[in-house]
């Protein structure tokens, strides 16, 4: 198995019980993990160069999502005949309960954190994990008899999973995003719609783009925020001067009675429904548990509001269609009120084009300021397309870019931190940065932390 962090560590438990052996092997010369060593006694561990030795003792490789297949000692692998796999391929031969996948560039884990209360609240047991919470192989050995899994799945894991039979799956949407990894838009397209390569029922988001992701006959449904154009689709109609999710003409949902309802959270609810179908879910209890969902922490959450001004965490926007969501919400919201909008974004770009944010800054913003790495690319893409009046700053930290937003903002105005971006330059994961962004703007506003 190649890959030591926590999907890795998964593996590990996993063939471990399975009795079968395991040479264990981590790409980072400057890496070690003495107590995994003394856990698995029995398994061999190396780091930086695979042992030559082991060569000739290798029968499959369980490759970590977070190591491009594309390296070129696995393709000579894989040109001997060696099988290359992920966790979830080992996680779909062994899964024998139906399985709900999510993927998609944005809104994924809230549509998964979704499926799993929907059917929670229905009284099933749900094993819910894979790119969110916990790795799926831990949840084969839970002494917990799951009636469900509902899985999150990123492209990574997708690239090396083959045999996943979902009873229902859905890609939410497509934007750019992991351009270093992968050799074109293209390219990740095909990763993201593998998850249909063997669905019961795909879901799938109201666009002409979306009909070419599924290849083989199987039954689709589509959600989106117009009316549905069949009984079997997910949409928005208008009942009594009233806006409701809906399934064909039948309301579901009140939109307004939603606790998080604006455009994106409607779509995510739509999609969660969607997915729930063969279960037969009574509306009420999609109503209950929407009218009590707050949201992901570090996805658009509010952690300050001060003198009129609120301070938004939207840490877990790593790429531009996630930040271009936030900025169209919460822009709409700051124009409500009487405000405009100040973004904070930058790190690392994964080669991204940032040109689509100008036409919502433009429409919501007075400020941006770019930290971090790439942040010079950024500004690249954007400068000649933003309107004069929005000041465009550059610096170097993210609490350089609080302190600046401070001094700019007034009552009215939303702060959004949504950085379009990894952000592994400066932090150890949007986590994080999201837990230093909240505590720095406690910090420089003076509000006592808790």
Not at 22 to 34: E, G, K, M, V, Y
Not at 43 to 50: D, E, N, R, T
Not at 254 to 267: D, F, G, I, S, W
Request: net charge negative.
């Amino acid at each position: 198995m190649v890959g030591l962090g926590l999907t890795g560590q998964s593996v590990l438990s996993y063939l471990t019980s399975t009795g079968e052996p395991i040479l264990a092997f981590d790409t980072r010369a400057d890496f070690s993990a003495p107590l995994l060593e003394q856990t698995y006694p029995g398994v061999k561990f190396a780091y930086g160069v695979l042992p030559k030795a082991w060569h000739k003792h290798i029968s499959r490789i369980i490759l970590s999502p977070g190591v491009p297949r594309s390296e070129r000692w696995i393709c000579a692998f894989e040109e001997r005949g060696i099988e290359v796999m992920g966790d979830i391929e080992l996680f779909a031969r062994a899964a024998s309960q139906p399985i709900i996948a999510i993927t998609g560039s944005n809104g994924k884990s809230t549509v998964t954190t979704l499926v799993a209360e929907f059917m929670q609240q229905a009284g099933f047991k749900v094993g819910m994990g894979g790119n969110i919470g916990r790795p799926a192989l831990d949840l084969l050995l839970d002494p917990i008899d799951y009636d469900i899994y509902v899985l999150e799945l990123s492209s990574f894991q997708l690239e090396t999973t083959y045999s996943l039979h979902a009873l229902s799956s859905v890609v939410l949407n497509i934007s750019e995003d992991h351009m270093d990894r992968y050799p074109s838009f293209d390219a990740y397209i095909q990763a993201k719609t593998k998850i249909y390569d063997d669905t019961e029922l795909a879901v799938l988001p109201q666009s002409e783009a979306s009909d070419f992701w599924v290849t083989r006959q199987t039954n689709k449904v589509y959600f989106g925020l117009d009316k549905p154009q069949s009984d079997q689709d997910y949409g928005v109609i208008m009942r009594d001067n009233q806006a409701w999710l809906s399934r064909g003409v039948t309301p579901l949902v009140k939109v307004e009675a939603m606790r998080l309802n604006a455009p994106h959270y409607q779509l995510n609810a739509l999609a969660a429904m969607a997915l729930c179908q063969d279960y037969a879910l009574p509306s009420a209890l999609f109503s209950e548990v929407l009218a009590e969902f707050s949201g992901l922490a570090h996805r658009t959450q509010p952690v300050a509001v001060y003198q009129g001004i609120t301070w938004v965490n939207d840490s877990k926007g790593t790429n531009v269609g996630a930040t271009l969501a936030a900025i169209q919400s919460l822009g709409y919201q700051a124009s409500q009120q009487g405000g405009r909008l100040i973004l904070l974004a930058g790190g690392v770009g994964k080669g991204a084009d940032f040109s689509p944010l100008a036409p919502g800054l433009n429409h919501y913003a007075k400020q941006l300021v770019l930290f971090g790495r790439d942040q010079a690319l950024i500004q690249q893409d954007l400068v000649s397309e933003l309107d004069a009046s929005i000041e465009l700053v550059r610096v170097t930290s993210l609490l350089d870019a609080i302190i600046c937003a401070k001094a700019k903002a007034v009552s009215g105005d939303i702060v959004l931190f949504s950085p379009a971006c990894a952000s592994f330059d400066q932090f150890e994961n949007y986590h994080d940065r999201g837990e230093k962004f909240a505590a720095w703007v406690k910090q420089t506003l003076g509000i006592p932390l808790e």
